[in-house]
């Protein structure tokens, strides 16, 4: 049937199909690229988005040590009320940053991290009252065992607490490559030896009155297998 036809008409066909693929394969490409900006968008509105509102929580955290230690360090009642209102102030940007960051994560790892830490945070917050509770009864700038038994213990939930905060994230990417270390001493034993066999020649050559000739040195050695450097140490 093709053979029938005209070598022009062949021509019109053949660029008419690659016409027509090209339009499949850019319709595909854009379909795709627009997803992929969608998942863009998704990823900043959740991901991206929840971990900003971490790191605010995580910082008013620190805020609240800050307070907690200021408060304790107080030498009026005005100063040790501004101090405990400050902690207050903080205690809520912790958990509104927390709430509107809980909605913004899918998996169930985020789900599980956010779960421990609804229960470290009650855990933190009743010890926190506890010690704050003794401190007030004691006299300003002043401690006792059972305040810093107490106070060892908020530390410890707010150790926790940063920790799930924070998270351990381990490092992946491009690395440098290693040298891999050898041992040298034969290579180097056998350089010294052919510079006490050159040594020897001169001297010789100078004896016998000869002209002194200018020797090569050979190149330092290299690292091998990476291109870097010999290893030291």
Not at 5 to 24: H, N, P, T, Y
Not at 51 to 59: D, M
């Amino acid at each position: 049937m093709f053979s029938n036809l005209k070598i022009g008409v062949r021509l019109i066909a053949g660029f008419v199909l690659v016409a027509a693929i090209s339009a499949i394969v850019g319709a595909i490409g854009i379909s795709n690229t627009g997803q992929i900006n969608d998942m863009a968008d998704r990823m900043y509105d959740r991901e991206l988005l929840g971990l900003s509102y971490v790191k605010e929580a995580n910082i008013n955290l620190i805020y609240i040590g800050r307070a907690r230690g200021n408060f304790l360090l107080a030498t009026t009642a005005e100063e040790r009320d501004n101090h405990l209102a400050a902690i207050e102030k903080y205690s809520a940007a912790v958990t509104d940053y927390m709430g509107k960051a809980r909605p913004l994560f899918i998996t169930e790892q985020g789900k599980q991290k956010l779960a421990s830490f609804a229960t470290g945070w009650e855990e933190y917050q009743r010890e926190m009252k506890r010690a704050l509770a003794l401190a007030k009864t004691q006299k300003l700038a002043q401690r006792d065992e059972t305040l810093t038994s107490a106070l060892e213990a908020v530390r410890t939930k707010a150790n926790v607490l940063d920790d799930l905060l924070t998270g351990s994230h381990e490092t992946q990417g491009n690395e440098r490559p290693r040298c891999v270390r050898r041992d040298d001493a034969p290579l180097r034993e056998h350089a010294h030896a052919d510079d006490r066999r050159r040594d020897r020649r001169c001297a010789g050559r100078r004896a016998a009155g000869l002209p002194h000739q200018p020797q090569r040195h050979a190149a330092p050695l290299q690292g091998r297998g990476c291109g870097q450097p010999p290893c030291r140490g």
